[in-house]
């Protein structure tokens, strides 16, 4: 199961040099704005030294671990609602990802130009924040049109939905992101189908010149803002990230060693997307295949044999849960059976992170 990122922020803010960085997928990268016309897609293996471990241990035909899914975007500019830049239409990509990764350029370069004439962090954030929000206000303007004419009709669905759409409409109005109002799950767009990127959790991405870090100034404004939005903040230096991509493994590993890089981008990357989204990871090892999964914390057995196959969820039965770390001390599913490592779990189970399980389904 892949975890689905959307790459926004300003031209020139080091979108498509992370976005190399994070999937090796080479983007289009130049000193100019807009660069990213059309969108890119790239897709990354999540490392999980458990999985690895696992496989070690059972000897699978087939090891598929869960990946990341990015999906870069041309840079916004302020007024991009009104048509300045190229506009906000390819903000259609992102729409359907699970988390936003905004990248805010916090490094000064004079060969780089900066759309605004400066670095500002905190000032360029709530730029591509302000332009998210009118494409939402966009979105749930035309959809209570849409709503309200089937409301008339007599749909009691569509007249609830046009309650909903008039609170959001009004909250986006008034300048709110919707993820800024704490909805109950029942009030929230997505339990309606309607899918806003100002609704979506945020992880802000510090691009720092080389030889910079996290005591600059611009990150710690950015630091603010993102801890005033309960939203979370990963410092990179892109360019460097992407150049290390470019080398094979061993040498890359001894210039990070020479560097000083204790940690690339993508699992710091991975590690804060998956606290923000909740996330924990589950394995299973049907037909010769180890497989690591993705849900969100909480998630119900049957729900997660869902993620498998649909028909999973409808036909659960059962599921025969071993702990990865118990099952690597035991040796083997048979020891860990043995000494009682393997439990028998229901339909209110909530899965947990690093079970192993088999799920039983019915016919």
Known sequence: MSTKLGLVGLPNAGKSTLFNALTAGHAAVAPYPFTTIDQHVGVAPVADARLDALAALLLPERVIPTTLEVVDIAGLVKGASQGEGLGNQFLSHVFGVDALLHVVRCFEEENVAHPMGGTDPARDAEVVNTELLLKDLEVVQRRKEKEQKLAKSGDKKAAALVERLAAWDT???????????????????????????????????????????????????????????????????????????????????????????????????????????????????????????????????????????????????????????????????????????LRLEGKDYAVQDGDVIHFRVGS
């Open 171 to 341: 909250a986006l109005g008034a300048g709110r992101t919707i993820r800024s109002l704490s909805l109950a799950p029942e009030q929230h767009p997505g339990t309606w189908g309607v899918d806003l990127l100002s609704a979506k959790p945020v992880l802000y991405a510090a691009n720092v010149g080389e030889g910079s870090g996290s005591s600059e100034p611009s990150v710690a404004a950015l630091r603010a803002l993102a801890e005033r939005e309960g939203a979370r903040v990963v410092v990179v230096c892109a360019k460097l990230e992407a150049e290390l991509m470019e080398l094979p493994p061993a040498d890359r590993t001894e210039m990070m060693r020479e560097l000083g890089v204790k940690e690339s981008v993508l699992p710091q990357v991975i590690r804060e997307g998956s606290a923000l989204l909740s996330l924990i990871t589950f394995f299973t090892t049907a037909s010769k295949i180890l497989q690591a999964w993705t849900v969100p914390r909480g998630t119900k057995a049957p729900q997660a044999a869902g993620t498998i196959h649909t028909d999973f969820e409808r036909k659960f039965i059962r599921a025969e849960v071993i702990q990865a770390q118990a099952l690597l001390q035991c040796g083997s599913e048979a020891n860990a059976k043995a000494q009682g490592f």
